[in-house]
């Protein structure tokens, strides 16, 4: 990843191949954003009347890049838009200086250095911009595959320096350190998604998390085929056995010595989800390897936890697998029997996320954590209801289900609760088992989350986050968002296990 440092030194005098400003959109034209003083001095304080002649308005994600006056040690000056100006008093939202960082930093793949010189106002702006420059100076770029740096427009933004800080503040210290930390976990989650699904498979990815357990001195167990069968966790079994990839249930586990409280996290994780026999057509399953974004977000969350050192336990469970079509695939029509003995007739196997999940939140349940949050590409009704930027929040105790919107918010992705009506569970009904997979299509979002409700241990908090929309991102980048896997909910999960640390929940 991208290095991160703090400077003192001035925008003219520092050493870099461009300096980055920031340009908000005024009632009259662009304005120049704090930060940017001494840059405006060497354009003899016309820069804002430069812009505004190259047709820059300050707009949102919008960049303009400059040859620099002498009075610049950078050769090239970028100009990067931050949306409205705020009202007098007030600084810009830390999600537009995350944006614009963001897209400042992809408008210069390719460029070695660069320093940032936006408005700071205090540590957290100064991590929001950050974490921005570190998250949109990405690119997936596997050691040996030759194609995927031929076709990206350079490699990522190699060094950032960050101006107007306090570099020998605690406070400013921390926030870039945690900007720094966040973001490459963020970015190993994106990896992941990334992955081609023949390349990561369950193994594989249990194998990940082994290895960065290892780094990052988590405790982490592997459960493979022989042990999830004899276990009783029908439902990972029986999403994973149409695979020649056998599947995996992983339980990584971070703890603190002085730890009050323990949070759950629970990711599905379909490393490629053709639909099983009620197999996707062409045109559903293309981008069906992003399957196992919750995975990535609860294994990313959780390294994060411990390398940030948080005074709570946080334990991931990764419920691994990959639902094909075959002769041992199975079929519609078939009742499995779940980890904790419920049954569940699969009327549909493209369904399997819940069937994953159901075994992963009966045993997570087991430990008796005092919040469980589980993370899931779950459903298609939820792109529908949300669009493909924000991910759905629902759970069994609204007051928790408030506080992850709330946190959601706080760190800048974008969410929404949704309801969990009672009255669609005897959709569910089964003549032959428990419940059944799937319900009435209406609502089918909600009813997914109220299959999961059923393997919530009782008096457990719980939320679901569906990030079936914002987990792969398949158009134009925008802001710190690339092409392909995001990173949704990393930012989220690593948030409530700081607050949740802090004791500022229940
Ligand atoms: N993985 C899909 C959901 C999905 C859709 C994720 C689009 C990302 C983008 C899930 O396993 C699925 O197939 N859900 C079905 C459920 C249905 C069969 C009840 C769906 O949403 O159509
Ligand atoms: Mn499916
Ligand atoms: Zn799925």
Redesign the pocket.
Known sequence: MSALTLSTSSAATLRADAVVIGVAKGPKGPVVAAGAEAVDKAFDGKLAAVLEALGATGGEGETTKLPAPSGLKAPVVLAVGLGEAPAKDEGFAHEALRRAAGSAARALAGTKKAAFALPVEDADAAGAIAEGALLGAYSYRPAGNAAAKKNDKGAPLAEIALLGGKPRDKAFKAAAERAATVAEEVNRARDLVNMPPNELDPKAFAAAAQTAGKEFGLKVEVLDEKALLKGGFGGIMGVGRGSDAPPRLVRIGYTHPKAEKTLALVG?G?TY?S?GI?L?PAG?NE??K??MAGAAAVFAAVVSAARLGLQVNVTGWLALAE?MPSGSATRPGDVLKMYGGKTVEVL?T????RLVLGDALARASEENPDAIVDVA???????LALGNRTFGVMGNDDAFRTSVYEIAEEVGEQAWPMPLPAELRKAMDSPVADFA??GE?MG??L??GIFLKEFVGEGIAWAHLDI??P??HESAPYGYTPKGGTGSAVRTLVRLAEHTAAGDLG
């Open positions: 599905k379909i989800d639909g009620s996707k559903h981008t069906m992003c399957d639902n549909n493209d369904a399997e996320g590409t779950l459903t298609g009704a939820m792109v997979n799937m299509r089918s979002g009813l997914a079936a929309g987990a792969y």
